[in-house]
């Protein structure tokens, strides 16, 4: 079992730990900071002493890094490794965006059932049921008041209960996640919203980081 050291610390960049497994390219260590594909949000990438680590995700409920090549280090040995922190930081921005960005979605349209989402360092999609096409002014109304929000500066916290579930809060907005996120709305800066229509009676919200 792979101690997940984000599960602790969602800003750790580097860390030592002892390689356990290793088949072909995929790599299992006893703790680490990459975060596996979960919950929507995409795995990290980064190095393993200097092999690049391109994905990082569950097979069989295993933490696999999967390496670009074979690795030179042998199950026993202790690898340093290092997260992609751009990358992963971006992550961690729209991931907590994509909460703000949906409490003021159900506030200005009503609720609508989550089908489906997934965030990477590019964008948020969020799919959502609903039969109409999203009105645009409406949408930008969700745009502007999430990013006043997020202007404002509210801390994020994060509690566990006694069944592990985790539960991420901000503001006024609450929800079950177990992804990593930033400390506080002010670090995100600001963000715009696309709608797209992934196929009938869905709308997609993407939310991409404004630079
Ligand atoms: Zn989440």
């Excluded at 072909?24 to 990290?44: I, M, P």
């Excluded at 989550?114 to 999203?134: F, I, M, P, Q």
Aim: contains cysteine; charged residues 30%; hydrophobic residues 30%.
């Amino acid at each position: 079992m792979t101690v997940r050291l984000y599960d602790e610390d969602h800003y750790l960049r580097e860390f030592d730990a002892k390689v356990t497994a290793v088949n072909g390219n995929h790599v299992e260590l006893d703790k680490t900071a990459f975060y596996a594909e979960s919950g929507g949000q995409s795995g990290d990438t980064g190095t393993l002493i200097d092999e690049n680590v391109v994905y990082t995700k569950y097979i069989d409920e295993r933490h696999v890094h999967v390496m670009e090549n074979e690795p030179s280090f042998k199950v026993g040995e202790t690898v340093h490794g290092v997260i992609d922190w751009d990358r992963r930081y971006r992550i961690m921005k729209l991931h907590s965006a994509s909460h703000m960005m949906e409490y003021f979605l159900w506030k200005h349209f009503g609720y609508m059932k989550r089908t489906g989402s997934n965030v990477d360092d590019k964008k948020d999609r969020a799919d959502y049921l609903h039969e109409e096409r999203l009105d645009p002014a409406m949408l930008k109304k969700v745009e502007t008041d999430t990013n006043n929000f997020l202007v404002e500066g509210y801390p994020v916290s994060i509690t566990v209960d006694s069944e592990g579930i985790r539960t991420w809060r901000c503001g006024p907005v609450e929800m079950h996640c177990a992804g990593t996120h930033v400390k506080n709305s002010d670090e995100i800066g600001l963000i715009q919203l696309k709608r797209k229509n992934p196929g009938r009676g869905e709308e997609r919200v993407e939310t991409s980081l404004k630079e």
